[in-house]
């Protein structure tokens, strides 16, 4: 919105900053932050009021969390509302791809809003029926992977682009909506499968949105992606926006998740964010780099996987509990030991995913 304010300039005043995205991009950290400062202790008092128990707590679960009991959940509403704010008041409102991942980010978080609803409404831990979630999930995703491939510049379309490799892309054809679909919602459920202890996800998340920032800021501009040899998608680097925005108010929720946690963030939270992170990967065609920047969410993932498989077949569990994060737990690791030992491997992988850019 506030991108508008260029019309006053002459070109060389201070409503000329307007025109550049890192620019705003501060200002939508900034704001965010304060959204989330502001708003994060009024919110946790409603929420507590309204819930009374708080979210269940599972009876199988690791012992040290029914400490954990009567503690508020959907505190994503937290994160979603600075998000949304920030991102309105300093993208432009032109730009396809700030709408698409707004509008995956908006759906997701709906979703997960009922789901946090009806489990705290019946105090159990089932909520909507998985099916029902994972239909919805995929109505979104169908939409979102339509939206970006006709947004994709005629050259990119139903292209796959492959990290490292310079100016390799495969044509996916009619494969590639399928494809897409898959990665969002599987990055939503990733995400929310990580979200098992105070301030595991919400880091993993912010580090995660900063490394895909970074890549839909460069790929959004073609000085950038000719001097990468990456493939240019006009239009990205509004992204950063977006994503600043979510660095911004993750740390005002995470001021309030740390451990111990005065709220959790809940499904509307995790699906939410998760879904962003993958509507963000295909509007810049990176795709494939989501799952090195997002690595620690494909492990989690993939341990619940591992364990069910393996339990149907064999009747024997391969982690003593999972997600893997529970494992831990399990194995005696403390809970803030884990979770800083998680933030640190993201880190790490969204170096790794960032240095894609230039290693060709």
């Known amino acids: 919105m506030l991108y508008w304010l260029t019309a006053l300039s002459d070109g060389g005043d201070f409503f000329n900053l307007f025109r550049y995205i890192t620019f705003r991009a501060g ?13 994060g202790r009024p919110l946790i008092n409603v929420l507590r009021k309204r819930q009374g128990k708080g979210q269940p707590i599972r009876d199988d679960g690791p012992e040290g969390h029914q400490a954990k009991a009567g503690t508020p959940t959907m505190g994503g509403l937290l994160i ?25 980010t908006l759906s997701f978080g709906l979703i997960g809003f009922a789901d946090d609803y009806a489990k705290v409404s019946k ?19 169908i939409i979102a992977a339509l939206w970006a491939s ?11 682009a492959l990290p490292v490799f310079k100016d390799t892309l495969v044509n996916l054809g009619l494969f590639y909506v399928p494809f897409c679909i898959c990665v969002i919602v599987g990055a939503a459920n990733a995400v929310n499968l990580t979200d098992g202890l105070d301030g595991l996800a919400i880091m993993p998340v912010m580090i995660a949105a900063g490394a895909l920032g970074i890549i839909a800021y460069a790929v959004g501009r073609v000085d950038f992606t000719e001097y990468l040899d990456v493939h240019y998608v006009p239009g990205t680097g509004e992204i950063l926006i977006f994503s600043a925005a979510l660095f911004g108010g993750g740390l ?36 494939l780099v989501l799952a090195i920047v997002g690595g620690l969410f494909v492990v989690e ?7 069910v498989l393996y339990f149907k077949r064999t009747g024997k569990r391969v982690f003593l509990m999972a997600p893997i994060h ?35």
């Open 27 to 39: 200002g939508a950290f900034l704001t965010a932050l304060i959204f989330g400062f502001v708003f």
């Open 80 to 104: 979603v509302g600075a998000l949304l704010f920030s991102t309105l008041v300093w993208a432009r409102w032109d730009n396809p791809f700030v709408w698409l991942v707004l509008f995956v």
């Open 123 to 141: 105090q159990n831990t089932k909520g909507v029926p998985g099916k029902l979630r994972l239909a919805l999930g995929f109505a979104i995703a």
């Open 150 to 160: 006709w947004s994709h510049p005629v050259g990119l379309q139903n292209q796959l």
């Open 252 to 287: 005002g929720f995470l001021w309030y998740n740390a451990p111990p946690a005065a709220v959790f963030m809940g499904d509307t939270g995790s699906l939410a964010l998760g879904g962003a992170l993958g509507a963000i990967a295909v509007a810049t065609k990176h795709e």
């Open 301 to 307: 993932a993939l341990s619940v996987i591992i364990q």
């Open 326 to 360: 529970h494992h831990y737990e399990k194995k005696g690791w403390a809970e803030p030991t884990i979770v800083i030992r998680f933030w640190i491997i993201s880190l790490i992988l969204a170096m790794i995913g960032l240095a894609t850019l230039k290693v060709r």
